[in-house]
């Protein structure tokens, strides 16, 4: 039996936990499927024996961030007796020591991939390029069209996170969209009043927890403004493509966040903000095309090497490099400052951790 780790309330994993359960059943093996708090990753990567299947000594670790470096040091585990397997996504910060220390402890660490491809196995199956699509559509990445079925399967596997996260990953491995269609079929509350300002939206609606999440994700699928936001009965949700930011102003202008949904790079999450103004003031920060982040000297690079993964460029011997530069042309390095476009916060936070660079959000 092969035991698989995922995020608890990431949607993009429980689409890798069922590719994942697809993979290893095809393999004739029994896997299970474990989801844990990403708020207990400390305690969680302090007790991997407990998730360590003990017939076959096998774990596979999905998309699960990192613990500090102390409590990696820390892991007590024989690196000759388990086989553990580690898939990061891009968005899972890892210095050069996480990895040394990591295969000190026989957990082998495999290269950072896109979040729609946190599982192992075979990308090309048509079952999986199917879900891998899907995949990039809530991680908000996929610019492209949308039909009514993707919509209600989306929708669907909300509402199974809710109800029984594990069915959703039975079902995905199946491959039975039908049943994730049929199940996002079902009524959610409609939206009351929408207020469009700019880029960003704003929606009244009567309801709680993830139905919220399934009206802000059915409308943005529709009309593709972020950040998004939606009142309910007694709470705002955030639909947004830079968490890290969003919690900075949440945190900034003292507000308390409740619950968060992980969609790739992106998130829903969950405040108490509910006053007219305050929720008008929290839309507007958040939809600032550009924000500031002012930055120290890498410890684990050079500077030149940092500067290349923000701005591209030529490297040694004149190989070229591609940067986040390439994906999102409107950052730029001014002395200590990196201006840095909204959507590209996630990827360039990411890369300071990954380099060892302090860094501060300015606004």
Not at 25 to 53: A, N, S
Not at 184 to 208: Q, V
Not at 250 to 268: E, I, S, V
Not at 277 to 291: H, R, T
Request: hydrophobic share 35%; glycine share 8%.
């Amino acid at each position: 039996m092969v035991t698989i780790v995922v995020p608890k309330n990431s949607l993009t994993d429980v689409i890798n936990a069922g590719l994942t359960f697809r993979y290893y059943t095809r393999k004739k093996e029994k896997p299970r499927v474990h989801f844990v708090d990403e708020m207990k990753r400390e305690q969680f990567w302090g007790e991997l024996q407990k998730y360590v299947d003990q017939k076959d000594k096998s774990l596979t670790i999905l998309d699960f961030p990192l613990p500090s470096e102390g409590k990696l040091k820390s892991i007590d585990l024989d690196p000759y007796e388990y086989s553990i397997l580690y898939i990061p996504s891009e968005f899972i910060a890892i210095t050069p020591q996480d990895r040394r220390i990591l295969l000190e402890k026989g957990i082998a660490p495999m290269p950072q991939r896109n979040i729609s491809k946190c599982f192992p196995g075979d990308y090309a199956g048509e079952v999986e390029k199917r879900w891998m699509e899907i995949s990039k559509l809530i991680s908000l990445e996929d610019k492209g069209s949308t039909n009514a079925r993707t919509i209600s399967a989306i929708s669907g596997i909300i509402k199974a996170m809710e109800k029984d996260p594990l069915l959703a990953v039975e079902k995905i491995a199946d491959n039975n969209m039908d049943f994730l269609e049929e199940l996002g079929k079902e009524s959610i509350p409609k939206i009351s009043k929408h207020i469009s300002k700019g880029s960003c939206d704003l929606l009244f609606a009567e309801g709680k927890k993830l139905a919220l999440v399934q009206i802000a994700f059915s409308h943005f699928l529709k009309h593709r403004k972020i950040p998004l936001g939606i009142r309910g009965d007694d709470e705002l949700v955030v639909l947004t493509d830079s968490p890290t930011f969003t919690h900075h102003i949440f945190n900034d202008c003292k507000f308390k966040t409740r619950y968060q949904m992980r969609l790739g790079k992106g998130a829903a999450v969950f405040t108490d903000a509910m006053d007219d103004a305050n929720v008008g003031m929290l839309i507007g920060k958040l939809s600032q095309k550009y924000v500031l982040i002012k930055i120290g000297a890498p410890q684990f690079v050079v500077e030149k090497t940092l500067i290349r993964r923000f701005l591209g460029g030529k490297g040694p011997e004149g190989r070229i490099y591609r940067g986040i530069k390439n994906e999102y042309p409107g950052i730029e390095i001014r002395k200590r400052l990196v201006r840095t476009p909204r959507g590209a916060i996630e990827k360039v936070i990411d890369t300071l951790k990954e380099t060892g660079t302090k860094y501060e959000i300015m606004a």
